[in-house]
């Protein structure tokens, strides 16, 4: 149990470090702002981006609180996860957090299994895309731990950051929550 | 007598937290000695690492019908094959899924996949799921390039199989290639370690 807690202590610790050196890095990607393929994919609804397009999504400057959840259609545990991250977001929302849903789907799959998914599911976090098939590039620049498994979650406001490689459930994203606001 | 029980407490939690520490990332680094296996093959038969007696190493690819970017890669993992199994690096491929989560890659569908895509190498099931946690892969595709030595098989590339799983045609790192061109010619890997996204692998 005392492992647990210390464990969990330097997971939470890590990204405190991280985020002075990420500050920089933001301000340099805030003024350019990539959206790719709107000619291409210009049908789809929600905007795509490669990282650097991004990044700025990943940190704030504001009060607010943000959950970045990234995610894909395909995969299971993401979609069983959903529920509870837009029943909590629903709850908090009037709280200052904003929810960003990050989606990993193929551009094949994006009118296809994307568009009718958020749809049918009335997702209320602010679905963007994610189509940057440089992962070896990005993925450590989400987080320097983050091994490229999804479901994964970012959690930050101004002062502080977490990121989680993991599934949550609704009271264990409540409780990671909490400690933010 | 206090210094020496401070001592002894810290020791006690350094070690304690050591060993803890060392389950959550487990699995393979680079250097490490890997295991060999006794698996099953999509043609029934058993398949070890030791059965290839003239090899130089090994592409374990950890992969699996039902993920889209195991999909992407299935032609590159066969090119891979072509080209490195006649320098004596073939390909042995792994399905680490449970097949109750995943029906989608049962022995019968893998069957039916290695058929219909003319697979070159064996499509081994991790049946009692007991390998990959072993070599800790955690998604597919997630290649572990072994060189056999007399010490073993050596792990010296874990990761992915290039930096573009939508195109290979806009490739500009091939990150297995690189590391087998670089094992057989004697030299350093240059990049040992590589991220990527993937399908978990369903326990």
């Known amino acids: 149990m005392i492992m647990k807690k210390l464990l969990f202590g330097l997971v939470c610790i890590l990204p405190l470090f991280l985020s002075c050196k990420n500050e920089t890095e933001k301000s340099k990607s805030v003024e350019k702002k990539t959206v790719l393929n709107v000619e291409t994919e210009e049908t789809v609804r929600f905007p795509v981006y490669d990282y650097e397009g991004i990044a700025p999504l990943l940190y704030t400057n504001t009060d607010k609180t943000y959950i970045v959840n990234f995610w894909a259609t395909w995969c299971k545990p993401c979609i069983e996860e959903l529920p509870g991250f837009e029943k909590l977001y629903a709850e908090t929302k009037q709280n200052n957090v904003e929810m960003i849903l990050v989606s990993l789907d193929m551009p094949n799959m994006w009118k296809t299994q994307l568009e009718p998914f958020v749809e049918n599911h009335k997702l209320q976090g602010k679905v963007v895309i994610l189509d940057d098939p440089k992962m070896n590039t990005w993925i450590p620049k989400v987080d320097k731990d983050w091994g490229g498994g999804i479901p994964a979650t970012l959690i930050f406001n101004k002062e502080e950051r977490a990121f989680y490689e993991r599934g949550f459930t609704y009271e264990e994203l409540k409780k990671e929550l909490d400690k933010f606001l | ?203």
């Open chain 2, 1 to 203: 007598m206090k210094t020496i029980k401070l001592l002894i407490a810290f020791i006690l939690i350094t070690l304690t937290t050591a060993f803890s520490i060392k389950p959550i990332v487990a699995g393979y680094k680079v250097g490490d000695v890997a295991t060999d296996f006794k698996l099953k093959n999509t043609d029934g038969t058993m398949v070890s690492l030791a059965d290839y007696q003239d090899a130089k190493g090994y592409l374990v690819i950890f992969t699996c019908n039902t993920c889209p970017y195991a999909m992407k890669y299935e032609e590159r993992i066969i090119a891979l094959d072509k080209k490195y199994k006649e320098r004596g690096v073939p390909v042995v491929a792994i399905m680490p899924n449970n097949v109750d989560v995943k029906p989608g890659d049962s022995f019968e569908n893998m069957q039916k996949r290695a058929n219909e895509k003319g697979f070159t190498f064996p499509y081994l099931i991790d049946e009692n799921q007991e390998i990959y946690p072993q070599y800790g892969a955690t998604r597919t595709p997630h290649v572990y390039l072994l060189e056999k030595t007399t010490k073993g098989n050596i792990v010296r590339y874990i990761g992915a199989i290039d930096d573009n799983y939508q195109d290979e045609s806009q490739v500009e790192e091939r990150f297995v290639e690189n590391a087998v061109d670089a094992m057989l010619s004697g030299k350093e890997v240059p990049i040992k370690t590589t991220k990527a996204i993937g399908c978990s692998i369903k326990a």
